[in-house]
């Protein structure tokens, strides 16, 4: 078969670079190959030092041949290395550092007076097209009257974080942002501020100052301001400690600090009620004792304060709860189609009914057995 003109045989492809040999590598002889293999044993051993790459670093010899051997297309020089099977610095994501974000708070840019080529030809704007426009199609639109031009949209960046980026909780935040809560304080405590400049005021209008100032020489100067700025302070904070009180939180006027309480300090905890240990049992994983701490004790559980949580369990609209799922069982045993979860109100309706009906008929069933039998005097009587 002839080759088509212009064509060399045996030519390498256009891709390889030139620098790439496309020789076959010499037969290896059987003295050699056995050197070769005797060497890398002593290495694997520590008797001979191991390979270095072109960084200095040394190939761990236990490395598989099939991972430590370089493909001829990536380094034809034959030399020893690893750097094919690292990630190659091409192929690294580009990770945006901690320092950016997406820009807020950007006002909107001037309003184009005419319609530029290339625009959204519904609203005018630059940033998209006419298939991508949000706005609502006009009639006629911004490219023919070159009217109510809408402004650019502002295009966030692509932010790409790596691992840490992604997981920083404090990514985005502005410092700037804590001086609001400083200057909400700092009103506060000028709010503080005013009612003392009110009754300092009025105690130098009232002349109560004027006996404050014949003290000092009794008192002594010193003493006298810290214990009234005691005084101060200490209505100050009465008068906001009554304001700011809330469920949780109790204050303490001798050391004039505000304690949170998780509970209420005066409520007697479960496993306290009764020490002894053949008493009710208390499961510390859901906080329950469902037995009465008191059944050993001659006491009633309607006078004791708790009763255990099964006491509880009955309270309320337990009972007839029961009782309205009974009744469900039992008229759709008899063919009726009711259900406490699907139909509630039809449900408690029916029972309801059944109840009158259920009163009626024994009133009518007792009226009738005394006018058989007698004795309405007998039911009349006082015992």
């Not at 939180?249 to 004039?256: G, M, V």
């Not at 304690?259 to 479960?270: F, G, H, S, Y």
């Not at 009711?338 to 408690?348: F, G, R």
């Amino acid at each position: 078969a002839k080759m088509a003109p212009g064509v060399v045989a045996n030519a390498p492809p256009a891709r390889l670079p030139n620098d790439v040999s496309l020789e076959e590598p010499k037969k290896m002889s059987r003295e050699d190959w056995r050197k070769k293999k005797e060497l890398e044993e002593q290495r694997k051993l520590g008797n001979v030092p191991a390979e270095v790459d072109e960084e200095g670093k040394d190939i761990n010899p236990h490395i598989p041949q099939y991972i430590s051997s370089v493909p001829w297309y990536i380094d034809p020089s034959k030399r020893p290395t690893l750097k094919h099977q690292r990630l190659q610095p091409e192929k690294q994501k580009q990770c945006k550092s901690s320092q950016d974000w997406y820009k807020r708070g950007l006002q909107e840019h001037s309003v184009a007076t005419r319609y530029h080529k290339g625009a959204c030809e519904n609203c005018g704007a630059l940033t998209h097209k006419k298939k991508n426009c949000m706005e609502r199609p006009r009639k006629v639109g911004a490219k023919y009257t070159e009217m109510n031009i809408a402004p650019d949209e502002h295009v966030q960046p692509w932010l790409t974080f790596d691992y840490d980026g992604k997981r920083d909780r404090w990514n985005g935040y502005n410092p700037e942002e804590h001086m609001k809560i400083v200057e909400e304080y700092s009103k506060v405590d000028l709010a503080k501020c005013t009612p003392k400049t009110q009754k300092l005021q009025e105690e130098l209008v009232s002349g109560k100052l004027e006996q404050i100032n014949s003290t000092r020489h009794q008192w002594g100067e010193e003493e006298l301001n810290s214990q009234t700025g005691r005084d101060h302070n200490s209505e100050d904070e009465d008068k906001y400690v009554g304001e700011i009180d809330m469920s949780g939180q109790n204050f303490d006027s001798k050391r004039r600090i505000t304690v949170r309480n998780l509970r209420i300090r005066e409520d007697t905890a479960k496993y306290l009620r009764n020490l002894d240990p053949n008493s009710a049992y208390y499961d510390p994983k859901t906080r329950a004792m469902r037995e009465n701490p008191y059944a050993n004790v001659d006491k009633n559980p309607h006078e004791v304060s708790y009763a255990g949580d099964n006491f509880i369990r009955y309270t309320g609209d337990t009972i007839s709860m029961a009782q309205t799922q009974l009744f469900a069982w039992e008229a759709c045993d008899r063919g009726l189609k009711v259900h406490l979860q699907a139909d509630p109100t039809k449900l408690e309706l029916l029972y309801k009914s059944f109840k009158a009906k259920k009163k009626n008929f024994k009133a009518q069933q007792k009226e009738k057995i005394l006018e058989k039998y007698g004795g309405q005097e007998d039911l009349d009587s006082t015992p």
